[in-house]
């Protein structure tokens, strides 16, 4: 954490992964149907938009590299869960940094112009400061998605330093400028400032600068999905409204640092205790990395989650920090032949990726249990609770989340990998919650039928009552040979006598037992 520790450390190539996990509202409505139909539904409603390249279905030559190159690490990976979701990808963006810009001009994103815009994509043109975001998107059977914005930095002189890093990993977070193609302006709604979304300005056929961020993006996603799907047909126009405004996603992030100078060796204990400060740093996204206290840095440091001898895992809040030692290179030359993918970039991709899917595990048993929470509570809030919806939820909620209790993956390596993430993310307290308003429910839907039982059996004995007391009086009427056209009075009172009596007799009884 020292600062001459800091000054040689360089980052040469870096990845970065940003996340957001978001709950789809309209599976609320289908939860007692089969599963299947939510994926068939998506898939066919997304394959329909602009911005789709392809997902896992398609034939393998039909997909991607870098896709076919993910869905393998899944597949390997997460073999038990894997059929419970799908992956697309869609057209890329490119995004630039804007703070810059607006320190200079001293003023918020809603604030720009549309020349100050221009200008900011100018010189960002001129400084080749603009980076390729490949969007990415992870859909689960029971209704909860993720989106995941994939960025690669190369720098071909000294390296970025630890707060240059810092400062690329922070983009995804932040309002950006972003420039478009013309897939996915076509998906932005029209009122365009309710979204978070500043100052939209077509500066070329197919180039359209736009100031929001990636987050923004993922919302609006988030509102398609949530649309119910319509059959497509020839010449139909994709709508520019998607509908109600979602919930704002919560976000998440993997940093990888591929090569980075000076380079680790077997010994990433000493390595990581030497450049503990900026590698937390550029992990965490944390900007103040030198002011954080020493037992901070070691907490989170001392624990090398990995399991290969050529990466480091560690754990830092809602992200994660990759790091790749010297032996890398051999591994790379070793691993490409037999794995037979065509450049040694997608290799890399393929060895950090079996730990990016184990993470976006982690994360999507935390957003299945709080969607479950959250329907939970829907159920709980509405006036008249539904059995066939209660026992649908908690169906799927079986289905959905004790299978990922019991382990997605068949390796030893991956499941205790899970379990400390599992602990670190506290997704027992989360369970353990779910559970409890789950009881809460059962509770609250059997009292509630109960009381609306005993009411209904309240009703049946005053009716009985009251029939019995009728039969009563007509029984007294004819002993007595009492006309009813003679003595219209006394049959009147003797048959509400008689019907007084015995709702007498049954109040007493009640009150009495």
Not at 199 to 210: E, Q, T
Not at 351 to 370: A, D, P, S
């Amino acid at each position: 954490m020292s600062t001459a520790s800091e000054s040689f450390l360089r980052v040469l190539r870096m990845h970065v992964i940003w996340r957001d996990t978001f709950i789809v509202d309209r599976s609320m409505a289908g939860s007692h149907q089969p599963s299947k139909n939510f994926l068939e539904s998506t898939r066919e409603h997304l394959t329909g938009l602009p911005i789709y390249v392809a997902d896992r279905f398609l034939k393998r030559y039909e997909q991607t590299d870098l896709l076919r190159v993910i869905e393998r690490a899944s597949r390997s990976v997460a073999r038990t869960g894997y059929e419970n979701l799908l992956r697309f990808q869609f057209a890329p963006l490119m995004m630039a940094n804007l703070q810059p810009t607006l320190s200079r001009l001293r003023c918020k994103p809603d604030a720009l112009t549309p020349s100050e815009v221009e200008s900011a994509a100018d010189e960002a043109q001129e400084l080749d400061r603009w980076i390729e975001i490949t969007p990415m998107l992870l859909i689960h059977r029971a209704g909860v998605g993720i989106m995941e914005y994939l960025a690669t930095w190369h720098h071909s002189g000294e390296g970025y330093t630890p707060d240059e890093a810092i400062e690329l990993v922070r983009l995804g977070i932040n309002t950006q400028l972003l420039c478009l193609p013309d897939e996915w302006h076509s998906l932005l709604p029209s009122s365009l400032a309710d979204w978070a979304i500043h100052c939209v300005v077509d500066s070329s056929p197919g180039r359209h600068l736009v100031v929001a961020g990636l987050r923004d993006l993922s919302q609006i996603l988030a509102a398609q999905l949530n649309m119910s799907p319509v059959p497509r047909r020839l010449g139909r126009r994709h709508s520019k409204s998607p509908g109600e405004k979602p919930m704002r996603p919560t976000g998440s992030a993997t940093v990888v640092l591929e090569d980075i100078t000076p380079k680790p060796d077997d010994n990433f204990v000493a390595y990581v205790a030497r450049y503990a400060g900026p590698l937390r740093g550029i992990g965490s996204m944390d900007t103040y990395y030198r002011e954080r206290a020493s037992w901070i840095v070691e907490r989170e440091l001392a624990d090398n989650l990995s399991t290969d001898s050529e990466v480091a895992v560690y754990l830092l809040g809602n992200s994660e920090l990759i790091l790749f030692n010297d032996h890398l290179d051999s591994v790379i030359a070793s691993s490409r032949q037999r794995l037979g993918l065509p450049s040694n970039d997608l290799v890399t991709i393929y060895l950090f990726m079996h730990y990016q899917v184990l993470m976006e595990w982690t994360y999507l048993q935390e957003v299945l249990l709080r969607a479950y929470i959250q329907r939970l509570d829907a159920l709980v809030a509405s006036t008249t609770p539904q059995r066939s919806l209660m026992i649908g939820t908690l169906q799927g909620a079986l289905a959905d989340l004790v299978q990922y209790q019991e382990n997605i993956t068949p390796f030893a390596t991956r499941v205790e990998f899970l379990e400390r993430a599992r602990v670190y993310h506290k997704l027992d307290e989360l369970a353990e919650r779910f559970e409890h308003k789950q009881e809460m429910l059962l509770n609250y839907a059997s009292e509630y039928y109960d009381y609306r039982e005993t009411r209904a059996t309240e009703f049946l004995n005053w009716l009985a009552c009251i029939l019995t007391g009728a039969a009563l009086a007509d029984l007294i009427i004819t002993l007595a040979d009492i006309s009813p056209v003679d003595s219209k009075g006394l049959y009147l009172a003797i048959m509400g006598g008689s019907i007084l009596l015995v709702l007498a007799i049954l109040a007493a009884v009640q009150r009495f037992l």
